[in-house]
């Protein structure tokens, strides 16, 4: 099988010299690179199968690049090998392309398989933070249908004055906000109780008593 | 001479005339008219004070004539009716004596009264003026007693005047000067002489005059009797060089017939605004030096110090991949070492964390605030909803970091005071402003009394967080009713501070 062509980034260059070591045998490493910014510039020139990147990086983060780089380079796979173990890094790494995510003091027993699970079209998250990222995709899925108490006070306030049938303009003037702001939360309910028009949103204000039938 | 024997002696004068009169006539021939000669006993008889002596008289006259007419002996040749005709003339004339005697005598009686109640007249008129010149004369006492109370007044006035550092100018309703003390001629720079007799305008930039004049027009007529000028707004003066300097104002007015009159206390604030403004600015360049110090520590420990732990575990791990490099027990240690090197690494990571929050540089302000409500929920069980409008561009760092800051310091705030079991939590973008508001169901507090206290401090760090990036900071909250904290900050680069104030120069 053919070595993947690898591209390597991160800002310190001993993480870099780690990686070496440990990706030498089975990939051929084309370059090194310190910020975000040049990542985009050179990997657009060498067209690497795998970027290997951090997301703390200067002038331009690991998930800026990333997302740059799936623009330009749409079959390119990423490989995130970071520092945070939060599960919102991950959910905005996966956002941004990625195929794998692990962490740096795992990558010595970790990276190798990481790559060839990207490699095979697999996505790889080190076992370290999986039970995280699992529990934060399944909050959604696990809570119950949105109820009003999912709403803030000012999005009730929007909702019962639509259903009352005032427009976002009169309603802005009405609570001392802004017309967009209005526009806004009223969207933002539509889509949490997964509503398409304001009749179903009047409809559900009647329902929760937040306005009377007239 | 007594009046009795006066009278005695006329009575006797009188009835001596009249007999010798008679005498007279009874021996004289008829034709002779010495008995006209009665008249005289009349006249005297008006000397009497009896009113009706001469009547007596007149009529005694009048009998005697008759008698007279009747003794008296004849003359040859003289007829009768002659005699008769000169008798009845004596007649005639004793009673017109009589009748002028009278008039006399009511005349006389009239002037008496006139003059009587002239007389009455003078003294009551006296009377009058001596109680008039009475009331004069205490008036005039009364009222140099007021004018020394007045001069003293007055006197200790301008003293008071005299020493007040503030510039003391009173004004009259048409807005001139008609007093301007010490302080202000040090003031504004005017001797007292030349700013008297000018409108108040002289000592205002152009820019407030016609504002001025409709705020006395308005106070005029308002109930209360003294105010503050402007307090929400920065006053200006203007000195006789043309520089101006901010100033605090007071206003009172005192209305003394038709027309109020205005004192104002004016006092140079230059100084305490440039201190004001030289606190500020330090405190938000010592809040930007310790945000710069922080995010320095941080990047210190978890960009140099974590990557070199985590590099140190990638060669333990590499190590204790070939298994032909150490012993049973060796390995176990190795292991044990790289379990308690992760574990540092992790309070490493946690501590920079606190120090900076380097989620705010990598992902943006919303994914740095949903990411610390879930964990502060997770870690209190107090629920919080959150809605987060995407922000099209990115925030400014010094925004974006303000907010996280103002929401970290709210859930603190919140958990260790409010005891709520629900905090609401908004961002939105509406228009030219980023809006953060932090709303608890908890037990709230009244702002009144907590400034100054446990909670105070806090809210001051993030009131002056929020001032120094332009923006506006509001809480509100009552005993019972929960807490909400707003945050507005303007996105164009425009601060609050500045379109609120008045700009100088």
Redesign the interface.
Known sequence: MKKPRVLLADDHTFVLEGFKKLLEEQCDLVGFVEDGRTLVEVAVQLQPDLVILDISMPRLNGIEAAKKLRKQLPRVKLIFVTMHADSAYVNEAFKAGASGYLLKRSAATELVQAVQSAMSDHFYVTPLIAKDVVTSFLKPGLAPLPTIDDLTARQREILQLTAEGFSAKEIADQLKISHRTVEFHKAKVMEQLDFHTTADLVKYAIAHGLVTPS | MNLGVREWLLYGVMLLFLMVLFVVDIATKHGFTNHVLYAVVVLIATASHHTWMPSVVAGMGTALTVIGMVMSPATSGLPFWMSVGNRTFTIIVLWILVWFAWKRREAQTALQKVNASLEHKVVERTTQLTSVNQTLIMEITERIQTEQALRLSEGRLAGILDIAEDAIIVTDHTRLITSFNHGAAKLFGYYTEEALGHPIDLLLPERFRVHHASHIDTFAGAPESARRMAPQREVFGLKKDGTEFPAEASISKLTVGEHPTFTVIVRDITDRVKTERQLQSLASELMTAQEGERRRIAREL???I??????L??????LL?DPSAMTLHTRECVQALAQR??KV?DDI?RMAYQFHP??L???GLT?AL??MADDWSATTGIRT?T?Q?ELANSLPRDIALCLYRVTQESLANIMKHARADRV?L?L????QEV?L?I?DTGVGFDPETIEGRHLGLGLVSMRERVRSVGGRFDIQSKPGRGTSIAVQIPLSGASHEETTSSPGR
């Not at chain 2, 974590?306 to 590099?311: E, F």
């Not at chain 2, 939105?428 to 228009?431: M, S």
């Open positions: 978890h960009d140099d974590n990557q070199r732990l985590a590099m575990m990638v060669a333990m791990e590499s991949a090197l992760a690494s990571r380097s989620i540089d990598d992902l994914a949903q990411c909803v809605v409008e609401e908004e939105t973008c509406g228009g809006t508001s709303s």
